[in-house]
């Protein structure tokens, strides 16, 4: 009996945050951001990673609340440590933006967490480690070309610009003009700028 009550208090919660979540997002919608932010609060402090993520959100744009980027952070981590894709993005790009560059165990955290991403789809966190591979201090140029096709393939012009220099240039890939122009093509179809000057 005391098994089935834990389970149901459980579902309870659980229901009651995803409810609070989608509540948030309406009242996001419907341009009330400070109900919405406590809505998505109330979620989060129950450890629902979406709302955690959304208060996060909320934190870093300032939308119903301060702006404090600190704080997104803070929201950001608890959501990537439940396995939230975008929120691990958003927080390894915290901590390579607002920390000291030479503490190398917020390096490798960040890395992690941008490697988890990356495979969980998201474009940007594939793009972002992508670049930061081909030109990090300590290039690893095939790793860094790999995410950038995995983030071309899924439509990032910019990246498909970066899969061009990486054949041209010979970074990671034997070089090959003819298969960096149809990337830079792509790319400049696409809308990219720096394709279209690298055509020229």
């Not at 400070?34 to 709302?51: H, P, V």
């Not at 950001?76 to 440590?81: C, L, P």
């Not at 860094?144 to 393939?153: D, H, I, P, T, V």
């Amino acid at each position: 009996l005391e098994e089935a009550a834990f389970q149901l208090q459980q579902i309870f919660r659980i229901d009651i945050s995803i409810a609070l979540n989608i509540l948030g997002i309406e009242s996001m919608r419907a341009g009330h951001s400070r109900i919405a932010y406590t809505c998505f609060k109330l979620a989060a402090d129950r450890g629902y990673s979406k709302a955690q993520f959304n208060v996060g959100l909320c934190y870093e744009h300032g939308r119903g609340t301060e702006k404090d980027l600190e704080k997104a952070a803070l929201y950001y981590y608890h959501a990537a440590s439940s396995c939230h894709p975008m929120a691990q993005y958003r927080y390894a790009r915290y901590l390579l933006q607002h920390r000291p560059e030479n503490e190398w165990d917020r390096l490798q955290k960040a890395v992690t967490f941008l490697e988890q991403a990356a495979m969980a789809g998201v474009t940007e966190a594939q793009a972002y480690l992508g670049v930061f591979y081909v030109r990090g201090l300590q290039p690893k140029e095939k790793r860094g070309l790999k995410y950038l096709l995995l983030a071309a393939r899924n439509g990032d012009a910019q990246s498909r610009y970066h899969v061009g220099v990486c054949y041209e240039k010979g970074l990671g890939v034997q070089q090959n003009l003819a298969e960096a122009m149809r990337h830079y093509q792509q790319s400049a179809a696409a809308g990219n700028r720096s394709a279209r000057e690298r055509l020229r």
